[in-house]
């Protein structure tokens, strides 16, 4: 130790031997026990905070002969601990948890064209959303080798539909974790692993892509696996809603390679279940619907541009963490040209502004009790404007087909930990 301050070289001895010299040799502990803060803290902690017993050890089992120092040194630990629970202290207002929404619909119904050209370009939603679009490129470029699983799974069906919708969901888990992080007070989220359950897979495996041991793997972790990542969970769903003939129309325009494969038939298949799951119909297309009835202190808040088009999802077939989960059904079967009609992008934007105002205030507003209470109450069932066809605003209603309700509802064996 030189006479002119303190060698942190020198300093590196043995603590007990320094903290029982000088004031001078105190202060150079003082240094040593900062870089020694957590186990000093933890001891502090098991002393149950008391100074008193703290002073005692530095003083017995460090070897601190001044009891002046052992009381500085506890004194510093005191204040670092009390600091540290006025960060963490549960008291204070945590950040408001945004909203997250996932955007469904067939292939080539539009989706892209609504996140990018509505949600990205109007004054109503680009300061609200940020948008998370389908990690299509991590399924064109796999690994070192540079694999396109998507390509695989259009060309070999049969031999890539597990593997394929396994990566699906691994990317999405991916996706929702890198974007978990976000500011705006809505998440805009490009499909769902509810989709991939409830539409493409069954879709591979009633088409005998996905056989019956390959169908029960899949169901025997999708729950467990849901379950413990509740930021998959949306709090609401928007529906983009198309005729199968439109969107091969759309996809035969935009002419993705990997799709060359993709039949009318196809995309008949898919829309039957998406309309199964968000649109579920009763009755073997008699058109009627078994709607939700809002939460009686809801009643009347939805916004008249959005009234007709808004439900919770229910029903056997659904799976129990989007039960109750509303919707908002959007019409896509018209093509317009955004560039021109701004005012029709504009009435997108308004209503899933407004549908999520509806949401928020929901989830604000509605105490927890009220919503247990209204857990499976349900409004006799319902006829929908246009003979039971869907209701559309300033377009043409179009039926919808007769649902096949079955579904192998996935049950787990174990719970997750």
Same mark, same amino acid.
């Given at each position: 130790?030189?006479?002119?301050?303190?060698?942190?070289?020198?300093?590196?001895?043995?603590?007990?031997?320094?903290?029982?010299?000088?004031?001078?040799?105190?202060?150079? =502990?003082?240094?040593? +026990?900062? $870089?020694?803060? *957590?186990?000093? #803290? /933890?001891? &502090?902690?098991?002393?149950?905070?008391?100074? %008193?017993?703290?002073?005692?050890?530095?003083?017995? =089992?460090?070897?601190? +002969?001044? $009891?002046?120092? *052992?009381?500085? #040194? /506890?004194? &510093?630990?005191?204040?670092?601990?009390?600091? %540290?629970?006025?960060?963490?202290?549960?008291?204070?207002?945590?950040?408001?948890?945004?909203?997250?929404?996932?955007?469904?619909?067939?292939?080539?119904?539009?989706?892209?064209?609504?996140?990018?050209?509505?949600?990205?370009?109007?004054?109503?939603?680009?300061?609200?959303?940020?948008?998370?679009?389908?990690?299509?490129?991590?399924?064109?470029?796999?690994?070192?080798?540079?694999?396109?699983?998507?390509?695989?799974?259009?060309?070999?069906?049969?031999?890539?539909?597990?593997?394929?919708?396994?990566?699906?969901?691994?990317?999405?888990?991916?996706?929702?974790?890198?974007?978990?992080?976000?500011?705006?007070?809505?998440?805009?989220?490009?499909?769902?692993?509810?989709?991939?359950?409830?539409?493409?897979?069954?879709?591979?495996?009633?088409?005998?892509?996905?056989?019956?041991?390959?169908?029960?793997?899949?169901?025997?972790?999708?729950?467990?696996?849901?379950?413990?990542?509740?930021?998959?969970?949306?709090?609401?769903?928007?529906?983009?809603?198309?005729?199968?003939?439109?969107?091969?129309?759309?996809?035969?325009?935009?002419?993705?390679?990997?799709?060359?494969?993709?039949?009318?038939?196809?995309?008949?298949?898919?829309?039957?279940?998406?309309?199964?799951?968000?649109?579920?119909?009763?009755?073997?297309?008699?058109?009627?619907?078994?709607?939700?009835?809002?939460?009686?202190?809801?009643?009347?808040?939805?916004?008249?541009?959005?009234?007709?088009?808004?439900?919770?999802?229910?029903?056997?077939?659904?799976?129990?963490?989007?039960?109750?989960?509303?919707?908002?059904?959007?019409?896509?079967?018209?093509?317009?040209?955004?560039?021109?009609?701004?005012?029709?992008?504009?009435?997108?934007?308004?209503?899933?502004?407004?549908?999520?105002?509806?949401?928020?205030?929901?989830?604000?507003?509605?105490?927890?009790?009220?919503?247990?209470?209204?857990?499976?109450?349900?409004?006799?069932?319902?006829?929908?404007?246009?003979?039971?066809?869907?209701?559309?605003?300033?377009?043409?209603?179009?039926?919808?087909?007769?649902?096949?309700?079955?579904?192998?509802?996935?049950?787990?064996?174990?719970?997750?930990?």
């Amino acid at each position: 130790m030189g006479n002119g301050g303190c060698d942190t070289g020198v300093c590196n001895v043995d603590t007990a031997h320094l903290l029982a010299k000088s004031d001078h040799d105190a202060r150079c =502990s003082l240094h040593l +026990v900062t $870089k020694q803060m *957590a186990v000093l #803290i /933890t001891l &502090y902690q098991f002393f149950g905070k008391s100074s %008193e017993q703290m002073v005692e050890f530095l003083q017995s =089992s460090v070897g601190i +002969v001044h $009891k002046n120092h *052992a009381e500085s #040194i /506890t004194s &510093y630990i005191k204040e670092s601990v009390d600091e %540290e629970l006025k960060d963490t202290d549960s008291s204070k207002p945590t950040q408001k948890k945004r909203l997250t929404f996932c955007v469904e619909g067939n292939i080539s119904v539009g989706k892209t064209t609504f996140l990018q050209r509505i949600a990205n370009e109007t004054i109503e939603l680009r300061d609200l959303v940020e948008i998370v679009p389908e990690p299509i490129d991590k399924w064109q470029d796999v690994g070192p080798d540079h694999f396109n699983i998507l390509d695989a799974f259009y060309a070999e069906p049969h031999r890539y539909a597990y593997t394929f919708q396994n990566y699906v969901f691994v990317t999405r888990v991916m996706q929702e974790r890198e974007s978990q992080s976000g500011i705006k007070p809505l998440r805009l989220m490009e499909r769902s692993v509810f989709s991939d359950r409830m539409v493409f897979v069954r879709a591979v495996h009633e088409a005998n892509w996905m056989n019956e041991m390959e169908i029960s793997i899949y169901d025997s972790w999708f729950d467990p696996v849901v379950s413990s990542l509740p930021g998959l969970i949306p709090d609401g769903f928007i529906y983009l809603r198309a005729s199968p003939d439109t969107c091969h129309k759309r996809m035969m325009h935009r002419r993705r390679s990997e799709e060359g494969g993709v039949t009318l038939d196809y995309l008949q298949g898919l829309h039957e279940k998406h309309e199964s799951w968000l649109l579920p119909s009763k009755g073997s297309g008699s058109g009627i619907l078994s709607v939700s009835q809002l939460p009686m202190h809801m009643e009347g808040s939805l916004p008249p541009e959005i009234q007709d088009r808004v439900f919770y999802l229910e029903g056997n077939h659904m799976h129990s963490s989007i039960q109750k989960v509303p919707a908002l059904v959007l019409d896509c079967e018209p093509d317009i040209d955004f560039n021109k009609d701004i005012e029709a992008k504009r009435q997108y934007a308004r209503q899933v502004a407004e549908f999520f105002e509806f949401v928020k205030k929901k989830k604000e507003e509605a105490p927890s009790e009220q919503l247990s209470a209204d857990k499976g109450r349900m409004n006799p069932q319902v006829m929908l404007p246009n003979r039971g066809r869907l209701w559309v605003p300033e377009g043409n209603p179009f039926a919808g087909s007769p649902m096949n309700m079955d579904f192998r509802r996935a049950m787990s064996s174990y719970i997750s930990t």
